[in-house]
Each structure stands twice: as structure tokens, then as C-alpha cells.
């Protein structure tokens, strides 16, 4: 073992009652009061960091490290979902309705345990590491945007990674990829207005469940007919709400939606394809809508020169063996906002495995990781911080 084998493994009981503890004490975004001052109370117990609070929930820690170099951001997102947990393990949610379902309890222990191992040496390091635990990555705007925006941590930043647990990645797998990774998460809300009347006498009436069953199906036409086979797209209607009973035809459909793709041309032009669609159907048949389209998080572009030291990176670090090309995703991270600012790559760590079963998919009532996968996730970016530089 290397001497930084040695620490890491050292560390992995610290890591797991970290995320023991993130994990019982979830809070949603922009929430994570109690989160993020155990996170500051931890850093706090580690020698050589500045920790301050960009914003209320969110916290930094700052490493001066001893040798010349670029400034780098390492980023863990803290929050967790409103979702209640099934886990019956004894550290599971003790806050009714929020869970970490995503996996940031994890991220949080893994950014935790690189502080300690940086500040434990940081004659080794090269530059500046800033560590920023984000707070509010799974609701828009997001809390990413706001640290980009309002307030100076990208300031002076040179390059930017972090990485994601994968319950659908085996667990000590790490996967990267240049290019597009992940899709722009953009919604719509969409409200058919018909003219209710008796279910016996539909001709005397304006079903906008009718309409709605046909703006849902003429949708998908837009992806499958509309758009280059090679041109990802998703349009998903994820919520459907009308009516009250059997016998009256309501007055009005209301729909959710989600519309993802990685083209930020494509994704500029969806809105007015849907609508579109939307207004020809509802004309056809005598109803009217309104079309409310928000634009979520952009598309997570992956600067390439960088996945391609993470890769070599973990080549080294992990092994060829444990190591994969990514896939891109259609989810969304507002790990995009510090792109924006920076170079970086995101990357995934697996977290799956059958012994802690734990391949359930991110967001359900029975996610959780492999706690392996911690180590993993330290061991890369530990390296990361030591290693990835600016190219010639
Ligand atoms: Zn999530
Ligand atoms: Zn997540």
C-alpha cells in the first residue's frame, strides 16, 4: 500500500459515520441548516482550511496548498429529496418526508473525507483547493446558479470537477466521458380549457380530457418524427389532472412535463414545437391552453481535455478494471452552472451492488450505496486535487 492507500483506508470508518449521519438527518434545498453546520463543525476539526458560508446553507472550505498551482473547485451537492423513506436500517431518515435518495449524503461524506486527507498534507498540494458543499441541487433555480452567481467562488477558479454515485454503476467503478453528459432539464405546465358538461352528452361539451389524451400522443410525434433520430430528445408528460367523478366531463385538463436534450439549439426551439403541436390539437377540437415553459438547468457539457486526465486518472488510481467510458444521461445537474465559469468534468462513481442492496434507481423510497463506493470516490478525487493541472 502507499502511504495514501494507508490514509484512505484509515479514513473509511470516518466516512461511513459521516454519511450515517447525513443520511438519518436529511433536509431538502435550500433548507440544510442542520446539514450544513455539522458540515462546518467537521471542517472546523481539521487543521489548515478557511471555512466560511457563501450563502445561509452552503459551506466552503479553502486549502492553500504548498506548491504553485491553479485553482481548483471540487464541488458535493448536500441536499436530499421530499420523499419518504422504506429503508428500515437504523440510520434511516429520522425527518419524516425528505430522504437522501439521491446519493448527496454520500457525496457530503466523500468531500468531507478529501478535506481531511488534503489538510492532513498540504505541503503536497498543488495551488488552491476550494471544496464547496452546494447546498440545493435538486430544486431549481438551484443552488450551483446562486454560488456562481452572487457570490465570488468561482472567482480566480481555474478548473472544476466532482462526481456523482450511480446506483446503476457497480459499486468501485468510476465512469467518465468528454462531451455531453448530461441533458438540460427544462419543464412545462400545460392547462386544456374545454367546457364541462354531462358525461351522457359529450356533444354538448368540450372533453379537455379527450384533447389532453391527444396533445400527449401528438407530442411524441415531435421526437419521433419531428427531430433527427440523432438528435436526443425526451418529452415526458409526468402528471395528468382532470375531473372529479363519473358522469360530468370537467372543464379542464392540467399536465406537467419535463423536456430534456443536450443541443442547446434544440432545446431553444422545443418550446415553440410543442406549442405547436399543442395549439393545432386544442384548435382541432374547440378547446383552448395555456403553455407555461420554464428553462431548467443547461446541459452538462464535460470540457474534454479534462475527462480525459479524470480518465487517466483513474486508470491509475482505480484501474482499468474499475474503469469505464460513461454513459450520457438524460438527468439533469446544475453542476452545469460552474461550467459556465470554468473547465471541468463531472464523472460517476458506482454505488450498486447486491450485497447492500442497493441497485434501486436514484429517487426511490429504497435507494441507498454500497458504502464501498465512499472510498472510491475519495480515492479519485483526492487524486484529482493532486494531480489535474491546466494543459501547456
Ligand atoms: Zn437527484
Ligand atoms: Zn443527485
Redesign the pocket.
Given at each position: 500500500m502507499t502511504a495514501t492507500q494507508e490514509r484512505t483506508a484509515a479514513l473509511r470508518d470516518q466516512l461511513v459515520a459521516w454519511r450515517r449521519h447525513l443520511h438519518m438527518n436529511p433536509e431538502v434545498g435550500f433548507h440544510e441548516h442542520e446539514t450544513s453546520a455539522y458540515i462546518e463543525a467537521e471542517l472546523n476539526k481539521m487543521l489548515g482550511l478557511t471555512v466560511t458560508r457563501p450563502t445561509e446553507t452552503s459551506v466552503l472550505a479553502v486549502l492553500k496548498g504548498g506548491k504553485p498551482g491553479r485553482t481548483l473547485l471540487l464541488r458535493a451537492d448536500i441536499d436530499a429529496?421530499p420523499i419518504t423513506e422504506e429503508n428500515t436500517f437504523e440510520f434511516a431518515s429520522k425527518n419524516a418526508g425528505v430522504m437522501h435518495a439521491?446519493g448527496h449524503d454520500g457525496h457530503t461524506a466523500i468531500l468531507l473525507g478529501v478535506a481531511k486527507l488534503l489538510s492532513a498534507n498540504p505541503s503536497e498540494v498543488p495551488g488552491e483547493v476550494r471544496m464547496i458543499f452546494q447546498h440545493a441541487?435538486?430544486i431549481g433555480p438551484g443552488g450551483a446558479e446562486e454560488l456562481v452567481m452572487q457570490t465570488g467562488l468561482m472567482d480566480g477558479v481555474d478548473l472544476v470537477t466532482g462526481l456523482h454515485l450511480n446506483s446503476q454503476l457497480p459499486a468501485g467503478m468510476v465512469a467518465v466521458k468528454p462531451g455531453p453528459f448530461m441533458a438540460s432539464p427544462d419543464m412545462l405546465e400545460l392547462t386544456i380549457q374545454g367546457r364541462g358538461g354531462h358525461g351522457a352528452h359529450p356533444e354538448e361539451a368540450v372533453d379537455p380530457i379527450a384533447v389532453g389524451a391527444q396533445v400527449v400522443t401528438n407530442l411524441q410525434h415531435i421526437v419521433s418524427r419531428g427531430v433527427a433520430a440523432l438528435e436526443p430528445l425526451v418529452i415526458s408528460i409526468t402528471s395528468f389532472h382532470s375531473g372529479t367523478t363519473h358522469n360530468v366531463i370537467p372543464d379542464r385538463a392540467t399536465m406537467l412535463g419535463t423536456v430534456r436534450t443536450f443541443d442547446a439549439e434544440l432545446r431553444k426551439r422545443a418550446p415553440e414545437l410543442i406549442e405547436r403541436v399543442v395549439k393545432g390539437v386544442c384548435e382541432a377540437h374547440g378547446a383552448t391552453y395555456t403553455l407555461n415553459y420554464e428553462f431548467g438547468y443547461r446541459a452538462l457539457i464535460n470540457t474534454d481535455w479534462v475527462a480525459e486526465q479524470l480518465k487517466a486518472i483513474a486508470l491509475e488510481t482505480v484501474g482499468p478494471e474499475h474503469f469505464r467510458d460513461a454513459r450520457p444521461t438524460m438527468g439533469g445537474e446544475d453542476f452545469s452552472a460552474y461550467l459556465q465559469k470554468a473547465p471541468g468534468a463531472y464523472f460517476n462513481v458506482g454505488s450498486g451492488s447486491d450485497r447492500e442492496d442497493s441497485r434501486w434507481p436514484?429517487?426511490h423510497p429504497r435507494f441507498t450505496i454500497d458504502e464501498d463506493s465512499l472510498e472510491t470516490g475519495v480515492k479519485m478525487l483526492h487524486a484529482a486535487a493532486l494531480r489535474l493541472t491546466l494543459p501547456e
Open positions: 429529496l439521491c441541487e435538486e436514484h429517487h
